[in-house]
């Protein structure tokens, strides 16, 4: 069973019902994630923000790419104060931490804090990515992981569960991959995370899975790494 994990979170898999969050699912992760951290797990989670903005879509519609990323930043805090508010309505003791400083709603990213944090037992959560633009919380997750020392990152897919080469939602003969080497990923440019992330997660020797969070009790799952997903390591 990993120690410390490190959970990626997109703003999709907190959606639902065409609303950019949606409260139930939002419940429902939370039960699940009071039921990890009692049984001694640290978990950090890095929060997207897809369901509100991403600022390369905005730069393709005429804006400023650096603007619209910082738009994008500002949606992963809000999902991060979601997430916040669903997990200690559960009861579960969390911190949120931002790379862009905004202290009446949130801490700054302080690394020493947020272990503190960790060994104390509560949920981290980290919002505003990078703090920087151009950048995606995908490489958000695999800079915090390496920063914290986290044992994997558990990359919580919406309805998807695992790597495959190929679209398995157009594709009906798509192979899944039960395990893959990050040179691999790359080599074969799968759809896991963005380059930048990846080789992030290589460098730093940091196991990465991927597996579908939609069914129930497979976060757990992960982290005792009996989820039926892809196990990608270097
Ligand atoms: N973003 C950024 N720098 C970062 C992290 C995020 O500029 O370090 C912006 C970027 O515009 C991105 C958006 O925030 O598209 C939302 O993050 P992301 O697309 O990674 O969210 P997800 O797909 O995981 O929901």
Do not use: W
Not at 46 to 65: D, E, P, S, W, Y
């Amino acid at each position: 069973m990993y120690k410390r994990v490190l959970l990626k979170l997109s703003g999709e898999a907190l959606s639902g019902n065409g609303q950019a969050f949606d409260p139930e699912v939002l419940a429902g992760l939370a039960k699940e994630l009071k039921e990890i951290q009692q049984k001694g797990v640290e978990l950090a989670i890095v929060v997207g923000g897809g369901n509100f903005i991403r600022g390369k879509m905005l730069a393709q519609m005429g804006m400023n790419r650096a603007q619209g990323d910082y738009m994008g930043m500002l949606g992963t805090v809000i999902n991060a104060l979601a997430v916040q508010n669903a997990l200690e309505n559960a009861g579960v003791d969390t911190r949120v931490q931002t790379a862009v400083h905004m202290q009446e709603v949130a801490e700054p990213f302080i690394l020493r804090r947020a272990i503190r944090h960790l060994e104390k037992g509560r949920v981290v959560i980290f919002g505003a990515g990078t703090g920087s633009p151009y950048f995606s919380t995908d490489t958000t997750a695999a800079l915090r992981a390496s920063e914290i020392g986290a044992d994997v990152i558990l990359m919580a897919k919406n309805g998807v569960d695992g790597v495959y080469d190929s679209d398995p939602k157009k594709n009906p003969n798509a192979k899944k991959f039960n395990s893959l080497y990050y040179m691999d990923v790359l080599n074969k440019g799968l759809q896991v995370m963005d380059s930048t992330a990846i080789s992030m997660c290589m460098d730093n020797d940091i196991d990465l899975i991927v597996f579908n969070m939609n069914e129930r009790g497979n976060i757990l799952k992960a982290i005792q790494q009996t989820v039926d997903g892809t196990l990608i390591t270097k």
